[in-house]
Nanobody
Framework: QAHFVESGGGSVQPGGSLRLSCVASGFTLGVYPIGWFRQAPEKKREGVSCFSSTDLSTYYVDSVKGRFTISRDTVKGTVYLQMNNLKPEDSATYYC???????????????????????WGQGTVVTVSS
């Protein structure tokens, strides 16, 4: 059973930076693609970034491309999301999970790929406001 514990969220002003961490357990991090997702109040959860386990490629949706960077440390079992130049529309609860990374028609897509026995973590809250 996969288990995720996210941390690193906080309140920042527009243009600021945060680094999120996610400790993944219950599976081998290096074997599965892993992604970051976010959910703003009254909105659907959306995938924002993905780290491929096959070729170590990274994927970003258009809204965060050039500002966010995903990385992982398989020894520590931890995934990171460095977020720079944050905008108010980045405010959300952020989660990590097993993911499916796709690149289609010049765009990246990130979808969750959790098994029935897996569970979402509690997430970490990011608030960007002046």
């Amino acid at each position: 059973q996969a288990h995720f514990v996210e941390s690193g969220g906080g309140s920042v002003q527009p243009g600021g930076s945060l680094r999120l961490s996610c400790v993944a357990s219950g599976f081998t991090l290096g074997v599965y693609p892993i992604g970051w997702f976010r959910q703003a109040p009254e909105k659907k959860r959306e995938g924002v970034s993905c780290f491929s386990s096959t070729d170590l490629s990274t994927y970003y949706v258009d809204s965060v491309k050039g500002r966010f960077t995903i990385s992982r440390d398989t020894v520590k079992g931890t995934v990171y999301l460095q977020m720079n130049n944050l905008k108010p529309e980045d405010s959300a609860t952020y989660y990590c999970a097993k993911a499916e990374c796709k690149h289609l028609y010049f765009k990246d897509y990130v979808t969750a790929d959790l098994q029935a026995s897996d569970a979402w973590g509690q997430g970490t809250v990011v608030t960007v406001s002046s």
